[in-house]
């Protein structure tokens, strides 16, 4: 079992940062791939970044490229996620995931493990 906790979520205006971080208890963090994903209200749950328990990441291409970096302390098992030049558009409730897998996936169900998630709110 992995436990994840995320935090750092919050309300911020356009063009703020904020970093989200989410701690992991429990087996091995360093050989799980982790993810964020994010879920806005009335919509599915989304896509945002993946790293691999090497460090390798990806992100989702076609909403923040360029503005998140997602980033993992396997000493601190905890996977960071930094976001800057937010947008209202990107106002959802923020998840982390960890998958039994050193390969990472932008798919959900791919993924075994989930926190409780953390709001984040970009005000226009």
């Known amino acids: 079992q992995v436990q994840l906790v995320e935090s750092g979520g919050g309300l911020v205006q356009a063009g703020g940062s904020l970093r989200l971080s989410c701690a992991a208890s429990?087996?091995?963090?360093?050989?799980?791939?982790m993810g964020w994903f994010r879920q806005a209200p009335g919509k599915e749950r989304e896509f945002v970044a993946a790293?691999?328990?090497?460090?390798?990441?990806?992100y989702d291409p076609n909403s923040v490229k360029g503005r998140f970096t997602i980033s993992r302390d396997n000493a601190k098992n905890t996977v960071y996620l930094q976001m800057n030049s937010l947008k209202p558009e990107d106002t959802a409730v923020y998840y982390c995931?960890?998958?039994?897998?050193?390969?990472?996936?932008?798919?959900?169900?791919?993924?075994?493990?989930w926190g409780q998630g953390t709001q984040v709110t970009v005000s226009s």
């Open positions: 995931a960890a998958r039994g897998s050193d390969y990472m996936s932008s798919i959900p169900q791919r993924y075994d493990y």
């Open positions: 429990g087996r091995t963090f360093s050989r799980y791939a």
């Open positions: 790293i691999s328990w090497s460090g390798g990441s990806t």
